[in-house]
């Protein structure tokens, strides 16, 4: 499975999720995401189902890269970015869609995706053999 195929089983899809933890295995191969999932109907007049959030894990299996932006955001004097989760607000597996992207390696094999982080102004790109997704 791709990560767009699991994104078009979510109610919105990563859109607005939020990365509370990553990691990322070399040995094996394979990383995983912490998410907060947006689960809530924008339409809903109940305030509370609109912003509504549950937990899960993506995981990549048969990973080929995995290449995280550094901030485009000023620096504060002291260098520490604000302590807080990376917020997700697009992300697709249409590299051309980007206006500019880093030379990543072509793919015979596999899939590629990208992850926009609104708070750092930065992306992630992602390539490997198969995507899961589970609810915690």
């Given at each position: 499975m791709t990560i767009e195929e699991i994104s078009n089983t979510l109610p919105n899809g990563f859109h607005d999720a939020y990365i509370r933890r990553l990691s990322?295995?070399?040995?094996?191969?394979?990383?995983?995401?912490?998410l907060e999932v947006c689960i809530g109907n924008s339409e809903s007049e109940?305030?509370?189902?609109?912003?509504?959030?549950?937990?899960g894990r993506l995981k990549l299996e048969g990973l080929l890269y995995f290449v995280i932006e550094p901030p485009d955001i000023p620096l504060p004097e002291d260098n520490i970015l604000e302590?807080?989760?990376?917020?997700?607000?697009?992300?697709?597996?249409?590299f051309y869609e980007l206006k500019s992207y880093p030379k990543?390696?072509?793919?015979?094999?596999?899939?590629?995706?990208?992850?926009?982080?609104?708070n750092y102004n930065s992306f992630i790109y992602v390539a490997a053999?198969?995507?899961?997704?589970?609810w915690e």
């Open positions: 990322i295995n070399y040995v094996t191969r394979e990383a995983a995401f912490a109940d305030a509370s189902k609109r912003d509504e959030y549950k937990q302590e807080s989760e990376l917020w997700i607000t697009d992300d697709s597996t249409d990543l390696p072509e793919l015979n094999k596999g899939f590629r995706h990208w992850f926009f982080i609104s053999m198969n995507a899961s997704f589970e």
